[in-house]
């Protein structure tokens, strides 16, 4: 069965720490996206990768940095977490760049930042 | 811009039927749709293209209006497993694949 594996369910970290979040496919997607989702706000889009090492800021960039070394893997990091960055945040993958394609996403990690 | 959906809530009893739809300031030339159920990820349901073709789910359908600028998602005969969140999602400009999410209509189906 494909997916998208998002390494934790869960995190409590603290105001000013560097936090990494991590995903994983392995349907030999191109495309990797970085959302976060919050009430009454839908899923905003971070940060997108296109290919190994290639990436695009989003809407909301902004405390946020990205790595892709690897096809499969396509990591978050907030460089300084924030109170404000409390929130789900879910990775997704798709095929080649076309618009005919759903997104398969991974199962979500609920950052908490205390 | 992101497309705004309506309505933000709708509580249906078992079988009954209901309609989502989703709004944008251009003309939507695809429009994907997912449905999250609580504490889970986005499941994509169905695309629907520009011609009205639709590939996907096979008792969920969805139409664009005349001028392409709404799109609207049909649940007939609504199960109890159709709970969730709904959410439209057209491509940004031009052929990316990169989407734009709505807001999200919450969809609470009841015995």
């Known amino acids: 069965d494909v997916k998208v594996t998002q390494s934790s369910r869960y995190l409590v970290k603290r105001t000013g720490e560097k936090v990494f979040l991590e995903c994983v496919q392995d349907?030999?997607?191109?495309?990797m996206f970085w959302y976060r989702q919050d009430p009454g706000l839908g899923l905003r889009l971070i940060y997108f990768?296109?290919?190994?090492?290639?990436?695009e800021k989003g809407d909301i960039p902004e405390g946020y940095s990205v790595s892709r070394e690897k096809k499969e893997r396509f990591s978050l990091i907030l460089e300084s977490a924030s109170t404000n960055q409390t929130s789900m945040y879910l990775c997704?993958?798709?095929?080649?760049?076309?618009?005919?394609?759903?997104?398969?996403f991974g199962s979500g990690t609920r950052l908490t930042v205390v | 811009q992101q497309p705004v959906q309506s309505p933000q809530a709708v509580i249906l009893r078992e079988g009954e039927d209901a309609v989502i739809n989703c709004s944008s300031s251009?003309?939507?030339?695809?429009v994907h749709w997912y449905r999250q159920k609580h504490g889970e990820a986005p499941v994509f349901l169905m695309i629907?293209?520009?011609?009205?073709e639709q590939k996907g789910h096979e008792k969920i359908s969805a139409s664009f209006n005349e001028k392409k600028q709404q799109s609207s998602l049909y649940l007939t005969a609504s199960q109890l497993s159709y709970s969730g969140t709904y959410f439209c999602?057209?491509?940004?400009?031009?052929?990316?694949?990169?989407?734009?999410f709505g807001q999200g209509t919450t969809l609470q189906v009841k015995p």
């Open positions: 629907l293209l520009k011609g009205g």
């Open positions: 997704a993958s798709s095929g080649v760049l076309k618009a005919n394609y759903g997104y398969t």
């Open positions: 251009k003309a939507l030339y695809s």
């Open positions: 999602a057209p491509p940004r400009s031009g052929n990316t694949g990169k989407l734009i």
């Open positions: 990768s296109y290919d190994v090492k290639m990436k």
């Open positions: 349907m030999d997607h191109e495309n």
